[in-house]
């Protein structure tokens, strides 16, 4: 005679069970889930009574998880999500409006010169919204979002946008300027600062040892986009984010000055949680920003 197969347990019960398991509380489980906390116990015991097992060590104010539970539970979550993506890569319609949030120097040096293909392959229209210095803080909502950081993020999409490494970089007008004044040494020449989260040319200079006091910063600026520029204008030598200027680089209006390159283990991030853009657009979108090239 053939064994009667394994009758998988209602969803509901399910949800009620990961949710619980993850927040530590019935209460909180049902808060979460528009339920009453009576509910979420009885769609729980139901689903103890369906598998055969208890999976949670319940007492006077708090529960725990059972050995069973535990075990259980990580499958669980993974299923959830699996069927959570999979849905709405299917099924959920993509959004027809986006909207970026950035400073003012990715916006010009990172993500303008690669609008167009991003309104092409997520099919949506776009909006760019800048934001003034120390607004790096992330939140939780319907903006696609650019900051700087270590990665430490709660949303629910993010890709870092590139390694950050920092250089000195200059006009070659400037440099042919201080060869003919007899400055064959970069140091010697004017320096641009710029406020901001990277690090600065103290932190450059210490870390290879170099002279801090030639080549005094002459020049500082709020946004990494306007020192750039006067770099570009001959004005002095700016320590540089090699990504943000590579097409500067490449052009020839801009050089690299000395082998040394610090590397920093914080970077601009592209964030955003699911109510700001559809799986599907948000694949297109990391992997056209991930190819690109300016």
């Known amino acids: 005679m053939q064994e009667p197969s394994f009758q998988l ?15 530590g509380s019935f209460t909180a489980a049902a808060r979460e889930t528009g339920l009453t906390q009576p509910a979420i116990s009885q769609r729980i015991s139901q ?10 060590l319940r007492q006077a104010r708090t529960i725990a998880l059972s050995v069973e539970g535990e075990a259980w539970l990580p499958h669980v979550q993974a299923a959830l999500q699996e069927l959570s993506e999979s849905s709405e890569m299917l099924f959920a319609r993509d959004r027809t409006h986006l909207t970026f949030s ?57 890709m870092p946008l590139y390694d950050e490494v920092l250089a000195p970089v200059a006009a070659p007008q ?9 400055q064959g040494d970069w140091t010697a020449l004017p320096r641009i600062a710029c406020t901001g989260p990277r690090p600065d040319w103290h932190a450059y200079t210490r870390a290879f040892g170099l002279p801090a006091t030639p080549g005094a910063e002459a020049l500082r600026f709020d946004t990494f986009h306007a020192a750039l ?24 209006r801009l050089v690299q000055l000395g082998s040394e390159v610090l590397q920093h283990g914080e ?4 964030l955003a949680s699911k109510r700001a853009i559809r799986r599907r657009q948000w694949d297109a979108l990391t992997t056209t920003l991930r190819q690109s090239k300016v």
């Open 9 to 23: 347990p209602q969803l509901e019960w399910i949800r009620a069970f990961e949710a619980a398991a993850r927040l």
């Open 47 to 56: 689903l103890e009574a369906h598998l055969g097992a208890q999976l949670f």
């Open 102 to 158: 950035a400073s003012q120097s990715v916006i010009a040096l990172f993500l303008v010169p690669r609008l167009a293909e991003v309104e092409r392959v997520t099919g949506a229209s776009i909006s760019v919204q800048s934001y003034v210095l120390g607004g790096q803080s992330a939140t939780l909502d319907e903006v696609i979002q650019i900051r700087y950081g270590a990665g430490d993020w709660p949303h629910h999409y993010q």
């Open 174 to 182: 400037l440099l042919a300027q201080g060869a003919g004044q007899g």
């Open 229 to 252: 520029e006067a770099a570009k204008s001959g004005l002095g030598v700016a320590l540089a984010s090699l990504s943000l200027c590579a097409a500067d680089l490449r052009a020839g």
């Open 267 to 270: 970077t601009y991030w592209l």
